[in-house]
């Protein structure tokens, strides 16, 4: 077998535009036929239903991406097997669960069988299908539809643009749901505790902080050269600045207010550091996830966050270029 650099790549652009075809089809295609399978997922997860994906071949496969879609953004799914399922797989299916049937040509024989038994259980049933006039499609409750112009397998045997605009359709009622529900970043987490995903979206601010040496802390009364010197020996663009007495936070200093400070005159840096400083900072506790001190530096256009405890004490910083490195931005 022999590969045509010049004749693989023109196929292969051919082989994307098609699959791009039936994502624009299936786009432009989108009705109330849409919305209502939206909301039916929706009042079944909210009545405590879950949702079945069943399909067979290149469908299955779609199906179990879709149920492991839906469980990462709290939605109760599951796989039902077409051909198990009418030898005792059923007992997984309840009533109240709503049921997507993928099958391309809708006429699938194994996914139609499970149809009666379906109903019987008081399960609805949506259609997942290109074929809008298929007999799944007739005897489904819902239907979601997504356009085939054409499959890009020259031999028109290989599903390529139907299962990609399937996964698609799927992913998209998937976000839907996502943004109606509210989830929530700390929400995502929770479902996803392994993996880097995992470790990014629980990392707490206790994990990325600077502390120890790396904190330099200085009291009101210090010069601002003494602090200065502190920032450069901790390597650090501020510095905490603490009450001299109960230490608590009184503001921070930093290289931007350094740079003020020199415009106000010779001897600027005999002069306490709280008169250049920034009173009342933007602060975060320690045991805040560090996506919500990535929040804070965002809404609030700062360089650095200073830590603090129960008491209002700093005990650490989060700089803002160590976020990149974390891999939280």
Request: proline letters at 4%; charged letters at 20%; one cysteine or more.
């Amino acid at each position: 077998m022999a590969i045509d650099p010049k004749t693989a790549l023109s196929r292969a652009r051919a082989c994307i535009k098609i699959e791009q075809e039936a994502l624009a089809a299936t786009s432009r295609g989108l009705d109330q036929g849409f919305v209502a399978v939206a909301k039916s997922v929706e009042t079944a997860a909210d009545a405590g239903g879950k949702i079945i994906f069943s399909g067979v071949g290149k469908s299955a496969h779609i199906a179990e991406k879709l149920v492991g879609t839906f469980n990462s953004i709290g939605l109760s799914a599951c796989f039902l097997d077409a051909t198990q399922a009418l030898h005792g797989d059923f007992g997984l299916v309840g009533k109240g669960d709503l049921a997507f049937l993928l099958s391309n040509s809708g006429q699938t024989e194994e996914v139609l069988r499970l149809i009666p038994v379906l109903k019987r259980f008081g399960v609805g049933i949506v259609a997942f299908t290109s074929n809008a006039v298929s007999d799944l499609a007739k005897n489904a409750d819902l239907k979601l539809i997504y356009r085939v112009p054409r499959e890009a397998c020259p031999l028109k045997l290989a599903p390529t643009a139907s299962t990609t605009a399937a996964l698609a359709l799927g992913d998209a009622l998937a976000m839907v749901l996502l943004a109606a529900r509210g989830l929530t970043r700390n929400d995502f987490a929770k479902y996803h505790p392994g993996g880097n995903l995992g470790r990014v979206l629980l990392l707490k601010v206790k994990d990325i902080m600077r502390s120890g040496n790396r904190l330099p802390i200085a009291p009101e009364t210090a010069t601002t050269q003494a602090a200065i010197l502190a920032m450069t020996k901790a390597r650090s663009g501020s510095i905490a600045i603490v009450h001299p007495k109960s230490g608590k936070l009184t503001g921070i200093f930093t290289d931007g207010d350094f740079r003020r400070s020199a415009l106000t005159g010779a001897g600027f840096l005999e002069k306490p550091v709280a008169a250049h400083m920034t009173r009342s900072p933007k602060v975060v506790s320690e045991e805040a996830l560090g996506v919500d001190a990535l929040n804070l530096f965002e809404a609030h256009k700062i360089d650095d966050l200073i830590v603090v405890d129960a008491k209002g004490k700093p005990v650490g910083l989060v700089d803002g270029q160590d976020l990149p490195k974390l891999k939280i931005v």
